[in-house]
């Protein structure tokens, strides 16, 4: 890969011609042109974009960061930007035009030709997670009535159009545009010119409603060889279709926006090319969220600190138990995400859920807790202490596991995201037991603590 | 979807024929029948795959996770694994195999046909994460000398066997081997049966190595429109096709992957129905080492009781510290994470990455130095113990963004998985610093800070 390719990139956007940008951009490798363009500073990005043919643009803008993409439609003019949407395929327009901020979105469509902004709306209004937001609507669709020549003849006259279709089936309707039958393309090459094609299709196709969820669809492809599934409304019209190929990147999306969740990334992606102030922005809203859920807990150890004045010791642990009880329920949290975006789990299952993990709390609680209680028996000499910090450590596994195995479940039947809060809500839960837990058995073992120091 | 339809189907694995077990599952969706099988317990599972048709098995085996693949796999006789591995696409078989214990898979790949079994053993041999390790080697593919009619003969000849296969292109090859051309199907309609394909294919296709990184794939298919790209190896010969879909399914196990080791579930993934020991043994695996590193901080602590002793409120703000730290640092992970699978930064710029972390770490360190240690001031009454939390909150989110940011790219660069290790390598070095800031700190002002108590 050439890494410095975006510098020249950067100096010929200063400088040259829209020409002499198509050259380079058509000279660089496919792998090297996309990441050349991303690297660019904002203002070059923008000034590139409409600096190239609509088409041109619209094919880069694919392999762009979504962050960037938003930004560079918010810094063109209006017409530049309605231009360039208006070449992207119908389903990436919508995904572009939701970004956006209401107005400006609005903008662009208003300068758009009518019939493909009312299209855009129409895919728009989707849920990112649904059939109908994951489908495209370019497909060949036609009457069942026609006959086999008559189709091909169609594809031959409008090859040109069907070029950026990379369609691999022909679906067949009725006069009121509701699904009948499928057929592959190969399927036309076999026939007789003159048979109808509503006599050689696949009748009864499998298709999907525009409603259904991202965890059906990932069922319907691991069952089926097939590469797309039609999509039809409530009264079974042809709507569009879902590729493979889209659920794949879906899930994909979700599970890097899962990580970056947790992770303490909110308010969308981060890239370190983004204005300082932005970042350090969005950074903050969820750290100055935790530092109240922090205090919420740190208030625990202020009621108690007479107990820790008396067995200094315990200071020493105080972080130890907070960190592993955090990581126990970290993981329960992720096997339950797993669970549920595998459809293994469903969110009114919590009881068992918390059945399972309270066993395995238990194991493993018992096994911190030696681990722990025996360090902490060593350094301080009193066996006693050992006791307080292993039993405690045991006690909060349990509550960490449950508590972190239900969370996301809970979260999900409250339709809150459970890849944003499920961490910072866990570690305070697992923080206030934890402390409470050692500071009050600490508390009424202090004879026996204090007299062996 | 039906949750319980598991209930029914273990029912029918216990008395049912296979007949019945095949009409049931027929019954079912498509959606609810991957997650029914998967929700059987382990023994019941493997049974009914194994009375299945093996063409059957294998499309169920296409849908379940890989951990219960392998199991079931390790379960059943040598002779039925065999039987349902050669229904399995090329590419699926190799994925299955490669992640068998290896005798077990030398058996199975024995008592395969012997063709079936060699191409299933060298793409198995390939990474996962580049091109031969993607593509399946299921395609169509001429010599440019044939006739476009000899072409469509040899499909009307073998619909059945290319049934499966799915595909949209047409390779075009030399004598040797050597990738020429491409061709779409619907080419073949459009053409005249006597030219040969060699005058109407796309002449020099777009293709990659065997060797190509998914980095690499994932820029190709963001900058065109195709669905899949063929392989072939270092003297140009084709080898098979990388399809859009299997990047994308690729992408999505890697951040899936991603998120749970950063989680601490290693080994592989955990579903709740695997045996509880195995789930325990695993989840304690990550957390042993993890204590470790917390005894590793926690030393720091003691080195410092005596000033703890004489400043109690301490040990109130050191587990806010630690959480704080890390939850900056663990950011910063996430963002390099991001741009490094995005190929918008390279092990190399860790520097230029430290640089724009810094400025940032001493932005939101000051905004959350001043929250916390107003908040030591508050609780403590003293405006130095204030200063002295504030001020080691700081400098430590400085050091955690600067660790946490280039920790993924020194990892990538030494080859180890930056999502297993950059989070507790990053809270330790964050817990050690700032436990060390802070007690240092206080140490040095023990006057100031014990007078005004």
């Known amino acids: 890969m050439q890494d410095d390719a975006w510098r020249e990139l950067e100096a010929l956007v200063e400088t040259g011609s829209p020409t002499a940008l198509a050259d380079f951009l058509?000279?660089?490798?496919?792998?090297?042109?996309?990441?050349?363009?991303?690297?660019?500073?904002e203002d070059a990005r923008t000034k590139l974009l409409a600096a190239l043919?609509?088409?041109?643009?619209?094919e880069i803008i694919g392999g762009l960061p979504d962050s960037q993409v938003t930004e560079a439609f918010g810094n063109m003019s209006v017409a530049e930007a309605a231009r360039i949407v208006e070449e992207l395929p119908s389903h990436h327009a919508a995904d572009v035009v939701s970004?956006?901020?209401?107005?400006?979105a609005a903008e662009i469509l208003e300068e758009m030709d009518a019939a493909d902004a009312a299209e855009v709306r129409a895919l728009a209004a989707y849920d990112d997670d649904v059939a109908g937001g994951l489908m495209r609507t370019e497909l060949l669709e036609y009457d069942a009535d026609m006959a086999v020549g008559d189709v091909v003849a169609d594809l031959?006259?409008?090859?040109?159009?069907?070029e950026d279709y990379d369609v691999q089936y022909v679906y067949v309707v009725d006069s009121a545009g509701r699904l009948r039958g499928v057929l592959y393309l190969r399927d036309l090459l076999l026939t007789a010119p003159w048979r109808p094609i509503g006599e050689i299709m696949l009748t009864e196709p499998l298709f999907v409603d525009d409603t259904a969820s991202t965890e059906e669809l990932r069922s319907i492809f691991d069952s089926i060889t097939f590469n797309a599934v039609p999509v039809v409304d409530s009264d079974q019209r042809l709507l569009g279709v879902v590729r493979r190929s889209a659920l794949q990147e879906r899930l994909a999306e979700r599970s890097e926006h899962d990580y970056l969740m947790t992770q303490g990334i909110v308010g969308g992606e981060e890239l370190r090319s983004m204005?300082?102030?932005?970042?350090?922005?969005?950074r903050l809203s969820w750290l100055s969220a935790n530092i109240v859920l922090n205090f919420i807990a740190a208030s625990v150890?202020?009621?108690?600190?007479?107990?820790?004045?008396?067995?200094?010791?315990?200071a020493i642990f105080l972080p130890i138990l907070s960190d592993m009880s955090g990581c126990s329920g970290n993981q329960s949290v992720a096997v339950s995400m797993r669970e549920l975006s595998l459809g293994l789990v469903v969110p009114r299952e919590a009881l068992r859920v918390a059945l399972k993990e309270i066993v395995l709390g238990a194991i493993n609680g018992t096994v911190l807790g030696i681990l722990v209680g025996g360090a902490a028996w060593a350094y301080s000499g009193t066996p006693w202490l050992g006791f307080v910090v292993g039993f405690a450590l045991l006690l909060n596994t349990m509550i960490a596991v449950v508590v972190g195995g239900t969370l996301p479940?809970?979260?999900?039947?409250?339709?809150?995201?459970?890849?944003?809060?499920?961490?910072?809500?866990?570690?305070?839960v697992t923080d206030m037991c934890g402390f409470f837990l050692v500071l009050t058995l600490a508390s009424h073992m202090l004879p026996l603590l204090i007299g062996a120091e």
Do not use: W
């Open 53 to 58: 043919d609509p088409d041109d643009a619209a």
């Open 156 to 162: 031959q006259g409008n090859a040109e159009r069907y």
């Open 301 to 314: 150890i202020a009621a108690n600190e007479h107990v820790l004045q008396q067995v200094i010791a315990l």
């Open 275 to 282: 204005p300082m102030l932005l970042r350090s922005r969005r």
């Open 26 to 41: 058509d000279g660089l490798e496919y792998e090297d042109r996309t990441v050349a363009v991303a690297r660019l500073p």
């Open 409 to 428: 479940l809970i979260m999900k039947r409250f339709d809150v995201d459970p890849a944003l809060a499920s961490g910072p809500l866990l570690t305070t």
């Open 99 to 104: 970004e956006m901020e209401p107005e400006r």
